[in-house]
T-cell receptor, first 114, second 108 residues
Framework: EPEVTQTPSHQVTQMGQEVILRCVPI?????FYWYRQILGQKVEFLVS????????KSEIFDDQFSVERPDGSNFTLKIRSTKLEDSAMYFC????????????FGNGTRLTVT | TQLLEQSPQFLSIQEGENLTVYCNSS?????LQWYRQEPGEGPVLLVT?????EVKKLKRLTFQFGDARKDSSLHITAAQPGDTGLYLC????????FGTGTSLTVIP
């Protein structure tokens, strides 16, 4: 069964550094998402992306964050200047349509900012 | 932001017991999904409920969508250790709004 893949599985970075989290969504999916989950807390929406542009973003997704689909397969999340509070699991998800169409999640990237 | 509250937040039970997890919101959703997440992995879809009052069964799991499509419940019969995990409800709007999560531990 096709799956969403994320790399790396764990990223450690120093405060103030830039990080890029990478995702390969399922190939025929059209809608892409980034969520994050701080340890022990809820899954929080960051951003949705469709037709090569952001369709919705949360208040968490400030100017430090950006997303890109540089080619036909990758979907990236960039954090320009990481803060300690950015430490979390970051999940990429994709789906083929809207409405009741389910999200398919990757296994996440654990970002640790020191 | 549409808030979904889940209860209980933590649940630890013996193998063979029954349990119910609740997902409540003041918002109406076009559909609601339940996911299960294991440590180190992403959430995996269990079920989607669409119609108010709908009941869906998945082996020992029974899901119900409230008549007003604002709340949902998940009932597990005869829980097994393999049911251990984080259960998340998610309401569909422009994107998915996740609940606060219920961490279930089933003790053998």
């Amino acid at each position: 069964e096709p799956e969403v893949t994320q790399t790396p599985s764990h990223q450690v970075t120093q405060m103030g550094q830039e990080v890029i989290l990478r995702c390969v969504p399922i190939s025929n999916h059209l809608y892409f998402y980034w969520y994050r989950q701080i340890l022990g807390q809820k899954v929080e929406f960051l951003v949705s992306f469709y037709n090569n542009e952001i369709s919705e973003k949360s208040e968490i997704f400030d100017d430090q964050f950006s997303v890109e689909r540089p080619d036909g397969s990758n979907f990236t999340l960039k954090i320009r200047s990481t803060k300690l509070e950015d430490s979390a699991m970051y999940f990429c998800a994709s789906r083929s349509g809207t409405g009741v169409t389910p999200l398919h999640f990757g296994n996440g990237t654990r970002l640790t900012v020191t | 932001t549409q808030l979904l509250e889940q209860s209980p937040q933590f649940l630890s039970i013996q193998e063979g017991e029954n349990l119910t997890v609740y997902c409540n919101s003041s918002s109406v959703f076009s559909s609601l999904q339940w996911y299960r997440q294991e440590p180190g992995e992403g959430p995996v879809l269990l079920v989607t409920v669409v119609t108010g009052g709908e009941v869906k069964k998945l082996k020992r799991l029974t899901f119900q969508f409230g008549d007003a499509r604002k709340d949902s419940s998940l009932h597990i019969t005869a829980a097994q250790p393999g049911d251990t995990g984080l259960y998340l409800c998610a309401g569909a709007g422009n994107q998915f709004y996740f609940g606060t999560g219920t961490s279930l531990t089933v003790i053998p």
